[in-house]
């Protein structure tokens, strides 16, 4: 359409300009790392040269293969998963809405590791199960359907809550009017509501895939034992010992993104080939129905499935603060509050390591928030031209591990010749954290707007409101439940990501995720145990109160 | 879809109540057509047209009162029968085209409920699309339609399996006149040659009357009157009835020993009830354009306006404004262009006037 | 001030830090991170790099490191007592780790005393391994073991049911637990820190031998604090920078400062020639993994 | 928001063009609207109404040609102004209500966006929703209101701010001709009021020739006719536009000796032009019901229609019909309701007549 001559919105600039800085410029170092393995010392002397070590490994094809194989099975699961809770979330009335968003939230609070390593106290012989129940599941935890399960557990939120907040604004009406013509519930679900909801479940399941591609913690600690090995435990190997492969590492992780870019390429076929717009200038009344005889099935799913998810985990975690030592198991004699009294004892580095790991992860997420919105709108809505570009952009951060977006940050940000520099201050943290979650507020976002009409947006221009109002006072309060469902997720990830902050993080600043993974370190499992579990509890707070204050003008419950 | 019809009323419903949210909607709806006729429904904006349709169609359940379709009672107190088992179609008011589909798609979807194979299903679309002229545009999106075309998907999926009952909620609203006339047309021909019964809510009294056997008006959530477009026309049962429909002028005339009087002006013995006061309905056709010397009413021409098949000009009758009331204006018909501002003088046909009592209560 | 990256446990760094500060006013910034991620940060930053003073994990960083020339050559006067294997013209070590293994007493398994014991029947499939890809000093170990490319200990290892755990934070956990009996090759002071916690774990040097992890402490050429690292290193190994090494359950570099745990001195060292184990190094990880079935 | 007038053209277009893919939409338009006058768009389904008043608000660039208004180019090569630079109201065919807001919110936008206080703000929301007839339901969500409501909230918010130029897309559409009426005169009396300029889109042309100074009537992208309402009646230019307004029937007559004659019948000398073939435009009012004997025409009654102000009456023509065409058929008013199937005479009046040369390879 002929709209070449209308002026750029400051939308799209600032989208551009805020991806440029927080993913095309890391991402840059990253291509130039692998091209130049020297670029560490500044040279860019034998280029490509060590292309053919990382790629000629025999095993990579295997490794690939398994990537793809642990991204595809993950995603599979955890849209079985997902999508009926997300379902009955979104159109009917379940009790305790929020609290359940809330439980399944929590899983992303629970750093990976930690939740593994629950998992294998739980489940290993002589572990909690044995320890509690008699048995242990050791063979189902160190197998690929083990992995996948874990994983998933740590990755069907993704979905839930893209789901969930797409099919909120599809609503029942498409369905019921799909009833009049003749359609059972089920076909009007299978043929109505899902395909509407494509846009959320698309992108949804685009993160997942991403996530569980790029994943180091669950294959690195179960995989290895059932021989299953992926890329990322080949890209963290390159880093791990001496000597270092950065330029290995980096390869690899092209290679990842490479991967998750097909994923990409695919749901943007899906999204472009039809039309999504539920949300038109007609309102419909889009009352939740009540579950009626369904209610206690549907709250025994829940319970279930939180249950597994987030109370295990939680449980495991409890057992081990709770623990004097890990060798002691679950006695009484054993059992008691000292590690808690440990953190406490250390107040001063615990507070100081949550107040940065919280204030870091509610800037991530309003950055990201703002960032991937801004983002999405320029892709989804606005004609400009280049928009392609932005939409690649905001998915190439998605499958890099979280080093190498690290070393992407450092080689970028700690050149000599930079007047200023956010490298050695705690604002690299932040730059690393939007840069790894940027995905997930612009998926989310991106499938909030194809559920709009365009009309609504055009209205408000034409009613005097600049690009930037009409998106402030339209379009984000349309895209809000999405839009927040994404922050929360940032805000969870970013307050216990491990691997990035380890590497980035400026001297002399520990996040919470450093502060316990350094009690591991120290074989203070107990220890790093409780902050975990204290975290999560305070953390907790945070998305409670945004779901409630949210629920309170309605549109989410 | 078509199935033997039984002489019985295909939709019937008996004191019918609903409320959102303790608001009453509709209240004490009573309604009974029988198979193969056309209920046209008219009524205000906001009036409950739209909720009445949903309850039928199973998208609502009373709050009191009960539903049956072609004796089976539907709705009522511990009877829901679902949507998709009362074998209607239906336009929607705001078309509810799914947006995921293509035009074919949203037309095809109620053959394929139906179970119909796909030669005959793809037959059958491209026979509606083609019936409200957007055969070229069954590959495209919904969403890059004009407003009229989409409406005229919403009727040909609405008509594509031929159900035994079809609901239009405004399904020409959005449509040039032309148009409209074919698919008035069109439609009239396809409900009464597939002896479909159907209810039509429509702002059009002409398409009203042309389609439908029987008319309700509604206002504010209950059926002001129910009878045959003639019925309607002749003998509106009420003077509201008679506005809403815009058959004429409503004057309040007062009795004395002359006979009648308007605002002051002697209108001499028209008949009518024996009563003081009344309402009279006063239609363009009771009245004749006349010498202004011999005319029991005058007035100024306020404005001709073209229609259809003339002029329609309004007239101010003299005499003071009622205080309180609207000056009151009656409208003619001629087949010339009369100048804004001629005074005129009209003669009263007795015989095609129509009373009402008055109720002093109610200020006309 | 001085910044130090350094790869050994927080709480040393950290009260070294205090320590140092305490007694010369200077301050000292620390970054401390696994051997790998330190050294990656290192790569990234060597455009434009701030640290000071590196501590490694990994005697091997300080050959690599002097050989592209990033170090300046210092040897502290409190060196002295630093046995000569322990120190280069550019390294000097802090304190010494040692392989060794760990055993759970709860296990219902004997007490092994040789790394061969692990093989028998008694501790079928109750064996972890540190994936010696991921650690230096238990690449070490399975080359010591290997020499002149014998597998023949790993492949009974790996009849026996031995399995390869990660690093060595998850080899060790399931033996506490109690899901497996004993660490082929652990390191020994986070076993005797656990210990002294009050863990049910036993710490034993085969006397066949071991393998040890210095950790080698280098100041950076770039460096612009080159006095303040010199102090830095001199505190570390004066009496008080070698007794909180000590604390950690590390064995102090000097062989004069007494600790509560076996020193150099009571453990066998096996020898190793770093230059041909280096060399061939991705042949023996290879011949591990296919050995262990990966 | 009100300014000062310029005597100069407030809206005008030169030789627009739009093409979405490769498909032309519009072609070839000019239009020129002076201060204070309202435009009445015209035109079948999907002809391009609500493109070209999308290419007015700025909400799409045209493929060539320009726009101006006030004398300011807004869109032409090389210039785009944007919407919200154009000071304008619209009413959007699909509503364009914002969900999320309630009603006086979405009214309340314009106003929030021309920076009013809040007070006055909130005055003027409740007088503009007042006046479309909603002040009840200020505080309630869009979605919770019937069709007409929301069409209504739709128009409440187009005028609040009182912009210079108002465009409104079939804005009437889901009301009852009731309060259809009402709202043509708010309107009218708000536009000439304020002086506005607008551009009303409708299929009601009752609505277009009562607003409207000029009424453009469209055909498939172009303009077919822009004239006064008085003008377009009258003389419309060509027997499309004529059938589309629905003037009447258009008959092709044949000149012989003895003057015309249609489908064979005589009518004798009416006038018209010299040629041997011709179309006539046959308006209701250029023919009288007469007794069979001396009439010009015969036929039968097809259908008698309450309509407005009278019946509308079809008959159908006597004589052949000519193959390939419809049968023909006229329509007149009659104040008597005339039985189907009866047979009348018609009598033609020459001088209401209307000729227009034939185009042979035009069947009519
Ligand atoms: N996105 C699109 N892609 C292709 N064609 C389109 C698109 N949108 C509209 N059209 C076509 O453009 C033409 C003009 O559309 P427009 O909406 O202007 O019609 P209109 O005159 O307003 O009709 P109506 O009275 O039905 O609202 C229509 O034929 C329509 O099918
Ligand atoms: N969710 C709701 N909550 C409260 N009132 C509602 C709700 N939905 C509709 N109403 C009210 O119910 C009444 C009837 O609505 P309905 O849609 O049936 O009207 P309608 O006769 O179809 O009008 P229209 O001709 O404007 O479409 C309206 O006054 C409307 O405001
Ligand atoms: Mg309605
Ligand atoms: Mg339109």
Known sequence: ??????????????????????????????????????????????????????????????????????????????????????????????????????????????????????????????????????????????????????????????????????????????????????????????????????????????????????????????????????????????????????????????????????????????????????????????????????????????????????????????????????????????????????????????????????????????????????????????????????????????????????????????????????????????????????PQPVRYATAAFHQIGDNLEAAARVFGASPLTAFRRILLPLIAPSLLAAMLLVFAVATRELVASVVVAPVGVSTISTYIWRQFEQGSVGLGMAMAFLTILITTALPLIVLSLMGRRGSLL | MRGEWNSEQAISAQNLTLSYSGIQILRGIDVALPAGQTLALLGPSGCGKTTLLRLVAGLLAPTTGDISINGQMVAGPGVFVPPEKRQLGMVFQDYALWPHLTVAGNVAFPLEMAGIGRAEREARVTAALDRVGLGAMAARSPAALSGGQQQRVAIARAIVGEPRIVLFDEPLSNLDRELRETMVAELGALIRGLGLTAIYVTHDQSEALTLADQVAVMEAGQIAQLATPEHLVEQPASPKVAEFLRLGAILRLVRDAQGWSCAGRALGPLGGPEVALADVLVTPRALRVTEIGQAALTGEVLAAQFRDTGYTVTVRLDGAAEPGRAIRTVQISSDTRMRTGERIGLQILPERLRWFPARADVPM | ??????????????????????????????????????????????????????????????????????????????????????????????????????????????????????????????????????????????????????????????????????????????????????????????????????????????????????????????????????????????????????????????????ADRPLIGDLKILPIDAATVYGKRAETLESFAKTFGK
């Open chain 3, 1 to 258: 001030d001085v910044t130090v990256y350094t790869a050994g446990p927080e709480k040393l760094i950290a009260d070294l830090a205090a320590g140092f500060t305490a007694e010369t006013g200077i301050k000292v910034e620390f970054f401390q991170a696994t051997t790998g991620k330190v050294m990656a940060r290192i790569e990234a930053e060597a455009a434009n790099p701030v640290v000071d003073v590196l501590i490694s994990a990994s005697w091997d960083t300080a050959t690599d490191f002097a050989e592209r020339g990033w170090l300046v050559p210092y040897t502290s006067p409190n060196a002295a007592m630093v046995p000569d294997f322990l120190k280069t013209d550019t390294a000097v070590a802090q304190g010494v780790a040692a392989l060794a293994i760990a055993w759970n007493p709860n296990s219902g398994t004997p007490r092994p005393a040789e790394w061969a014991d692990l093989a028998k029947p008694e501790y079928k499939d109750l064996v972890n391994l540190p994936d010696p890809a991921q650690s230096g000093s238990a690449f070490e170990l399975v080359a010591a073991l290997s020499a002149d490319g014998d597998m023949s200990m790993f492949e009974s290892l790996a009849a026996n049911g031995a399995i390869v755990a990660g690093a060595n934070a998850d080899a060790l956990n399931p033996v506490l637990q109690g899901a497996k009996a004993a660490v082929f090759g652990a390191v020994d002071y986070i076993s005797l820190n656990g210990k002294a916690k009050g863990e049910s774990i036993e710490v034993i040097f085969p006397s066949s031998g071991t393998v040890i992890a210095p950790r080698p402490v280098m100041i950076m050429e770039w460096s612009d604090n080159q006095d303040e690292a010199k102090a830095f290193v001199d505190y570390m190994l004066s009496d008080a920078g070698q007794a909180i090494v000590a604390k950690q359950n590390l064995m102090p570099a000097r062989t004069d400062v007494a």
């Open chain 1, 1 to 438: 359409m002929a709209r070449s001559v209308e002026t750029v919105s400051p939308s799209v600039i600032i989208a551009a300009v805020g991806l440029g800085l927080v993913v095309a410029v890391p991402f840059l170092f990253i291509v130039l790392q692998a091209i130049f393995p020297e670029l560490g010392r500044g040279s860019l002397t034998a280029p490509f040269s060590a292309f053919a070590g990382a790629l000629g490994d025999a095993k990579l094809i295997g490794m690939t293969g398994n990537t793809l194989l642990l991204g595809v099975l993950v995603v599979v699961l955890s849209a079985l998963i997902a999508i009926p809770l997300a379902v009955a979330r979104a159109l009917f009335r379940v009790p305790g809405a929020i609290v359940w968003d809330v439980l399944f939230l929590i899983p992303f609070m629970i750093p990976p590791y930690i939740a593994v390593l629950g998992w294998i106290m739980t489940l290993q012989p002589r572990g909690y199960l044995e320890q509690l129940a008699g048995f242990n599941l050791t063979g189902f935890l160190f197998s690929v359907p083990g992995i996948v399960f874990i994983m998933t557990l740590n990755s069907f939120p993704v979905v839930y809550f893209a789901v969930s907040r797409t099919l909120e604004t599809v609503g029942s009406r498409y369905a019921d009017v799909a009833r009049v013509f003749g359609a059972s519930p089920m076909r009007a679900f299978w043929r109505v509501t899902l395909p509407l909801s494509t846009p959320g479940l698309a992108a949804s399941l685009l993160l997942v895939f991403a996530m569980a591609i790029e994943e180091y913690g669950t294959p690195a600690a179960l995989g290895s034992r059932a021989g299953f090995d992926v890329l990322v435990t080949a890209i963290d190997l390159r880093v791990s010992d001496w000597p270092i492969d950065l330029p290995g590492a980096a390869i690899l992780s092209l290679v990842l993104v490479a991967l998750s870019f097909g994923a990409f390429m695919l749901q943007r076929w899906v999204l472009s080939r039809r039309s999504y717009e539920a949300t038109t200038g007609k309102p419909q009344g889009t009352a939740k129905r009540d579950l009626g005889p369904w209610k206690w099935p549907v709250l025994l799913t829940f319970g279930l499935v939180a249950f597994v998810a987030t109370g295990l985990p939680l449980l495991a975690i409890l057992a081990g603060a709770l623990s004097r030592t890990i060798s002691g198991g679950l006695v009484w004699s054993n059992l008691g509050p000292d590690n808690f009294a440990a953190i406490l004892g250390d107040t001063t580095g615990a507070l100081r390591a949550l107040g940065t790991s919280l204030s870091l992860g509610v800037a991530a997420a309003l950055v990201t928030g703002l960032l991937g919105a801004l983002s999405a709108y320029a892709v989804v809505k606005s004609r400009a031209r280049g928009r392609g570009v932005l939409d690649v952009l905001t998915i190439l951060p998605n499958a890099l591990p979280g080093i190498v977006v690290a070393v992407g940050l450092i080689l970028a940000w700690n050149q000599p010749w930079l007047p200023v520099t956010p490298y050695n201050t705690a604002l690299i943290l932040l730059l690393a954290y939007c840069c790894i979650l940027l």
